[in-house]
Every structure is written in structure tokens, then in C-alpha cells.
């Protein structure tokens, strides 16, 4: 999920979005300023600020392209395995992190404590919690209907699954390798075994 | 736990942390300068000059001399009740926040974003973790050796609890109301119901 984004920018919004990407996974976002942008974008850097007034308003496109993405990858999903669903998006948010993908996930921590002060990321965040809450809930809904999983409360799973991913997003980005994420991703599964999946039924 | 910092500062250098902790709550990280810490401090603006020299030393000085201080309150505390302390551990990570506290927290989620792209801020938060870590651990442990607690793994329950109490804690601070800390609350009690007690031993 989500390891796809800016392959191949199809226009110059696309274009500059992919380069505010690759800039903010260089540079992260205290270093970040528009002209590292425009450099690293193909064509005129003047583009760039023709566009976008600060480096927030790129930033702030850029999250919102990425989330729509991500949303039209999730509307595309097949609901077929609920479990396999749901092991899934534990493992994208406490598995490994490829190399080139872990400086971006530091930077949302970054991004992310923007909203404490700012009230467009503020809201940006708030979407973004909804559509990852949304879419464990929709798939717990799933192995509910098929008769799976037990008749638990989805959104009370879903947003304790997304609390903790969200906390393993801060703490891997924010603390020395002392973070056993192995063990958060044992318990996570150990609370979808009890109040989840009904037994034998991997 | 913590909600009596700086009740009482001894002395100036206990007067000038006291002073940064006060100006954290009120302005956050963004809007914090040396200059509103002199004005917030009792006694000469040039006291505080002297001592530190920029305002992320006064800054982290302030969250060593916190995190002493709960360390002394958890030496102190006793295991009597394991059920009962990681019951209050829990209710304090995802409980409700008095509002003189809520904007600390928002404060340390600005706050432990430096640690993505600053070492001593990173230095500070492993080892705050590993703190909040060791006890909820602690606790576990105590409840084993009591009998009332299930052979678990200590270690993997603590970093479960501790890693979705920074997830709430990042949520909460980032997000418009929506975030349903409740559920959450149920979520890490089902945890424990399922995997740390044993069953009737409320």
C-alpha cells in the first residue's frame, strides 16, 4: 500500500507534487524550503511558484494527492479475505519499513505535529485518521457478514488498531532502535485472535 | 501521576524550569522564545540567560527534571494492586485531560517531532520510553509473582500499552474531535482481559 505514489506524474501539478515528495523524503520538513522544491523539479522552478504560494500549500496538495490515492486503492480492494485484509494493514503499520520509505514516515511525524498550531493540517490529519479508520472498520464489517469474525464493535477495533499504528509511527520515528514493534505487532494480533476472529477460522 | 510539576520550586534553577513549563503550556513549542521564558521567570530575566544558553537546553532540561520526578513517584509507588495500577496507567494515557494539561500534551507531541531530526531530543524520548516502559513492565511482573496475573510476556504487554498511549496521545493533539479515545480504552482492557488477567480476579 502506498509504495507507488509519484512513479509516473502524468502533469506538471503531478510533476511538482512528485518533487515536493522527493524533496520532503531528502530533506524532511524543518529543512524544507520551496526553492529545495523547485530545483528538484524538471522544469522551470518558476512553475512552482506560480502554483503554490508557501511550502505548506505544496505540502498540504501533496498529503491531500497521496491520501486520494490511497483511497481510490482502498474503494478498488476486495473484501474476499477479511482476515488477510486486516493482517495486512497491521503489517503496513508495524512491519518493516523499507530504507526510502522511512525518512517520509518520519516527515509525517513532522507533518502531523504541524496540527497542533495549524488548522489545515489539522483537518488534513482528521481526514486522514478517517479514511484509515474507515477502511479497518469496513473490512472488519466484512468478515462480520461472512460470518468470520465475531459481532464485535468495528469502529472501537479499527480505532484502536489505528491508535497504535499511529503511536508505532512516533515512536519508530522518534526514539533509538529500542522500539520492539515485533511485540506491539504480537499483542495487536493476540487482541484480533480474542475479540476478533472467531477460532479456527484462519 | 504528574500533574503536580513545579508546585513548589526550591530554588532558581527550579523557579527558571517552572518558568519554561508554564510558558510551554501557554505558547507551545512554535511560539516559544527565551525572551517569553525571562518574562514568565519571578526573578531576572538575565538569571535565565546565564544559565542556559538556547531555549532547546531549557526545554530539555525542563523534560529531564519531569521525567525525574515521575521516576521518583514510581520508585514509591507500590505493587500491592498490579490490576489496579496498570488500570490507573491506562485511564492516564487514554482517559480524559484536564484542560491545563491538554495543551502540554499537544506541546510534547511539537516536541517529540524535534526528535526526528535532533539527538538530544531523541536521546530524551528513548529514554522517557523505556521509563514509561520498565514500569507498566514492572507492574506485570508484580502481578505474576502474585498469582493474579497470566504467564505473559511483560515486556511485549508494556510496549503495547505504551505505544498506543502515544498513538492517543498524537491523535488527540492532531486531530479535530473526532477521535473516539473510549474505544481505544476498551480496546486496551479487552487486551488485558484476554492476555494479562486472570479471569476473576477483579
Redesign the interface.
Known sequence: MGDDFFVDPEDTREQILAATYRTLCER?Y??LTISAIGEEFEKSPSLVYRHYDSKDDLVLACLRYMLEDFETQLTEADFEDPRGRLEEFVGWGLGDVPSEQRRFV??L??L??Q???DEA???H??RS??VFVGYAADVIRAGIDRGTFREC?P???A??L??????????R????S????E??R???E??LE??VYKPNTA
Do not use: K
Open positions: 524532511g524543518a529543512n518520519s516527515t511525524v513532522e502531523r505535529s496540527a497542533v498550531h493540517y489539522r483537518a490529519f482528521t485518521d478517517e464493535d469502529e472501537r477495533v480505532e484502536t489505528v491508535t497504535t499504528m499511529s503511536g508505532a509511527m512516533l515512536r520515528s522518534t526514539c533509538e529500542t522500539v520492539c514493534l511485540g506491539v504480537n499483542g495487536l493476540g487482541l480474542s475479540q
